[in-house]
């Protein structure tokens, strides 16, 4: 029998092409696409010079765009939503198309499946996102006073931000995805009832979520110009840049294990 | 020993009159969702905003100084807002797998060999999701109307703000029938009902995030005709006689929200087929 690491390596070669090549790319290209169009949008206006980018009669700069940019399509949309859908699908899918005994049934361990699968999403998910932010910096950023070269630093630091936040939702949901039944509708409550919820609530509430964690990483991918005061304003008692790295790296592991555990232990009763 | 007669006969039944059939798919499938404790805590879950808006009712007539808590026609607009986040949830546990389940099945052809048309099919499905939509939003909003009568010991709100109840249904309607049939539409696209979930919070959480990067870049509200929600609301106040709270004109969004509704019924007529023909 192969080593844990060896059959996680065999089945995130099958999976990623897999992944890469379906209908879901679709979904993906839309949601990565869509922020990119709209950076397009921005740069043409911004060259034409429209009264309508201005904030009252201020010129917002392209560094500032591009960090509210980060802010509203990826780490609050897109990464959370890329980790419901793919973390939630790793074990889902396969018991919906009732090929998960063809999986089992493999000398491999059944948790080496679950990682060689989350592997792959890291992999798809990284390829297809991480450029698009590439994208949208240069697109952005060059325009209004911004240099490519000073912005250069935050950009790794946000490469690094969407890396870290796709890497921990798509393990806490490829374990909700590994236990519960209906996985969806429990992760889209998480990401859209409970976090915006417990973020602005007061108290102890917030460390039970992942955005507050990656809301104390942001201000220093962001620019720290008006727009972005106004901001962080809203993100008050925010944790420590270690502090934060510390919790998302317990949540991660905790959470990887915990779906492991769950695919090694658990019995999947297909539908007739 | 009686020996039945095993050939064909006539049926002797009664028949239903053509164009009843929805109802039957309609009741079956609410039966069936009634049955899920998941959906009934997601109901009673939905109703805890009324039950908040209650009190409030209830302490702004005994104690008439906190002229705060008073209701007016707003906190009745108010209220159907935040009904929104269980619409949300309720679209996507409820409706997600209304066809595709049935696509996947390949049950769609069984439905349509019945004497059964496939506007009927449609209109008992979209019956399903109206019914449990309506639960969370027109019925707790008109209710509260009601606790507020009781509440005062007097029909003089009400009557003061008669257009409460043709706009609290005309909202709540169109609000319910945008998300039923924005999610029968694609419900019709998958065989998965967790990928037309997430395709539907996908297109109405993306083309708000859309609008927010436009508004923080154009420091206006001009481009919200690009947010589904957000049209929803400009028609919203312009039904609850408020003032717009976006710069976008109040009809482009009543437009955009009809022609995503008729985008929908296309989708819906071309999809929804006994025969599929892969070419």
Not at chain 1, 10 to 16: E, I
Not at chain 1, 35 to 63: H, I, K, Q, T, Y
Not at chain 2, 169 to 174: C, I, V
Request: aromatic share 12%.
């Amino acid at each position: 029998m192969p080593s844990f690491w060896a059959g996680a390596a065999r089945v995130f070669d099958v999976s990623l092409g897999e992944m890469l090549w379906s209908r879901r790319t679709v979904f993906m290209a839309l949601v990565t696409g869509g922020p990119v169009l709209v950076a397009f949008v921005v740069r043409v206006a911004f060259a034409l010079d429209l009264p309508a980018f201005r904030v009252n009669d201020l010129v917002v700069s392209g560094p500032t765009i591009f960090g509210l940019m980060v802010w509203v399509f990826f780490l609050r949309f897109t990464v959370p939503v890329l980790g419901v859908f793919y973390g939630t699908a790793l074990m889902a899918d396969e018991v919906e198309d009732r090929t998960i005994t063809y999986l089992f049934t493999r000398p491999i361990r059944r948790g080496a499946v679950l990682m060689g699968k989350y592997l792959a999403y890291l992999a798809c998910t990284g390829f297809v996102v991480l450029p698009s932010v590439m994208l949208i910096y240069f697109l952005v950023v060059p325009s209004r006073g911004g240099s490519l070269a000073a912005g250069f630093p935050s950009l790794l630091i946000d490469l690094a931000l969407l890396a870290l936040g796709l890497a921990v939702y798509g393990a806490v949901f490829a374990f909700v995805g590994a236990w519960f039944r209906r996985p969806l509708l429990m992760g889209l409550v998480f990401i859209f009832g409970w976090e915006p919820a417990v973020v602005a609530v007061p108290g102890y509430l917030k460390q039970f979520s992942i955005a507050h964690y990656l809301q104390g990483l942001v201000p220093h991918a962001i620019p720290q110009d008006g727009v972005v005061s106004l901001l962080a304003a809203v993100f008050r008692e925010v944790p420590s840049t270690a502090s934060s790295l510390f919790w998302l790296a317990v949540i991660w592991a905790v959470a990887v294990l915990l779906a492991v555990r769950a695919v090694e232990r658990r019995e999947y009763v297909l539908d007739q | 020993m009686p020996i039945h007669d095993q050939s064909y006969r006539h049926y002797r039944g009664n028949r239903a009159r053509p164009g009843a059939a929805w109802a039957v798919i309609a009741w079956a499938g609410i039966r069936a969702l009634l049955a899920r404790r998941l959906v009934l805590a997601l109901l009673v879950f939905a109703w805890v905003p009324f039950l908040v808006r209650a009190v409030q009712i209830y302490l702004s007539v005994n104690f008439g100084e906190i002229a705060l808590l008073a209701p007016t026609a707003e906190t009745f607009r108010e209220f159907l807002e935040q009904q929104r986040l269980f619409v949300f949830f309720v679209t996507i546990y409820v409706g997600a797998g209304l066809i595709a389940n049935d696509r996947r099945a390949n049950a769609l052809a069984l439905y349509l060999s019945k004497p059964l048309g496939r506007t009927e099919y449609v209109a008992g499905k979209l019956a399903i999701l109206f019914a449990f939509l309506l639960f969370v939003t027109w019925l707790p909003a008109m209710s509260l109307l009601g606790v507020q009568m009781v509440f005062s010991g007097s029909a003089e709100f009400v009557a003061r703000n008669l257009f409460l109840i043709p706009a609290i249904t005309l909202l709540a309607g169109l609000q319910v029938l945008l998300a039923s049939l924005t999610m029968l539409a694609l419900s019709s696209l998958s065989t998965s009902s967790r990928y037309v979930g997430i395709l539907y919070a996908g297109v109405v959480l993306f083309s708000d995030a859309m609008f927010q990067a436009l508004r923080a870049a154009s420091g206006g509200s001009m481009a919200a005709w690009v947010s589904v929600t957000a049209n929803l609301d400009q028609v919203g106040d312009v039904i609850f006689r408020l003032p717009g709270r976006y710069d976008t004109p109040w009809l482009l969004s009543a437009v955009v929200t009809l022609g995503l509704l008729g985008l929908s019924i296309v989708v819906l007529e071309r999809r929804v087929r006994a025969v599929e023909v892969v070419t």
